[in-house]
């Protein structure tokens, strides 16, 4: 157990890094197009992982159970860092003197229904939709005991994966459909191929094609969906993008095994990294938005060559930070539902004395 908690931590840890990096050149991209870094992309598949880890260590329970499991993880940490993004996005337009309410009420709500995370915090679309799929997952997916179970969840994944391209293809988002609904099925996608093939996934018969397969990427290129706007570059990649990405979760995982077990030394700060992925996760987005506000504010041309770095030394100085404040959501949380749940023994209680 300690093992595998090892190479998951040093996948998560490497996987959200690699994010942050990708997102902060994105940033570069539209402040200092000059001086971006080139971004490496053997990592297509980083959020496919993600979902795919997930149903990797996932057990069904009743919805009730699923519901309050999930919203103690998941819509709880989305909500505050949704407060928090939203704070600073009127702090920052209050600032620049451009604030406008419509924009900031209505307009706030309506991103958030179509898109599913709130200004300031783009990365939260995650939250919601991990939230999403593990409800369905829940009501949809096999027990794992039943015979066949990994031939069911590979048909379910198809089923959704193709759900998700037809959104793609038939280019539903221009019919204003929210975004979740086709990230949802593709999330839950790789969310079923976690869930029935994950304990495959050390056996040479598995290994061995999905090495070659990813080392097929390496050579002739990664193919890789966005999967948050659900966009790709065509719908041949589309397609190939679901069992590339398995081959490659499949081969990174088994590189992170090896790693964890033989170069400790090594992979020690990406498990350090991974221990305290959500945190790291659910605050970055707020650091490059308030850069790229901070540069439109006050006109700041002399260091936009440095904008990349700038962005990765401010998620230094601010993880630190936001832990402090995650611990301290965490308590209240942990508070009021210890109250909640003491005030309904009490009320069971005394009900059942009458």
């Known amino acids: ?184 099925a593709s999330g839950l996608a790789c969310f079923a191929l976690g869930y029935g093939l994950s304990k495959y996934e050390t ?12 080392l097929a990427c390496c050579i002739w290129g990664f193919p890789g969906v966005g999967m948050r706007e659900n966009v790709c570059a065509s719908s041949l990649v589309y397609l190939i993008t679901l069992p590339a990405s398995l081959c490659g979760i499949v081969t990174f995982n088994g590189l992170c095994r090896l790693c964890s077990r033989y170069l400790s030394f090594v992979t020690a700060p990406f498990e350090f990294c991974g221990k305290y992925a959500m945190i790291i996760y659910v605050s970055h987005g707020l650091v490059y938005a308030a850069v790229l506000l901070l540069f439109d504010i006050y006109g700041l041309p002399s260091l936009r060559p440095y904008t990349l770095w700038l962005i990765l030394g401010a998620y230094a100085l601010t993880i630190p930070l936001c832990y402090f404040f995650e611990r301290l959501w965490d308590y209240f949380i942990r508070i009021v539902t210890s109250r909640i749940t003491k005030n309904f023994h009490k009320t069971d209680s005394f009900i059942s004395q009458s």
């Not at 001086?35 to 996932?58: E, R």
């Not at 018969?205 to 397969?213: E, F, H, K, T, V």
């Open 1 to 184: 157990m300690k093992e595998r908690k090892q190479y998951i931590d040093m996948g998560a840890g490497i996987m959200v890094l690699w994010i942050i990096f990708g997102h902060a050149n994105s940033v570069v991209y539209f402040t200092a197009p000059d001086y971006q870094v080139n971004y490496p992309y053997f990592l297509f598949f980083a959020m496919f992982w993600f979902f795919y880890k997930s149903g990797q260590f996932f057990a069904k329970r009743t919805m009730a159970e699923e519901w309050v499991k999930d919203s103690r993880k998941l819509i709880y940490e989305f909500a505050f860092w949704s407060a928090v993004g939203y704070a600073l996005y009127l702090f920052f337009h209050r600032l620049a003197h451009n604030l406008v309410w419509r924009d900031a009420t209505y307009g706030i709500f309506k991103e958030f229904l179509m898109e599913g995370h709130i200004q300031l915090n783009m990365p939260l679309w995650f939250l919601l939709t991990l939230f999403l799929v593990r409800q369905v997952a829940n009501c949809i997916l096999p027990d794992k005991e039943d015979k066949d179970s990994w031939l069911k969840c590979v048909v379910i994944a198809l089923i959704w994966y193709g759900i998700a391209f037809a959104c793609y293809h038939f280019n539903l988002r221009a019919q204003s459909l929210p975004l979740y609904v086709a990230n949802s």
């Open 203 to 214: 056996k040479w018969w598995m290994i061995a094609p999905c090495a070659l397969g990813y």
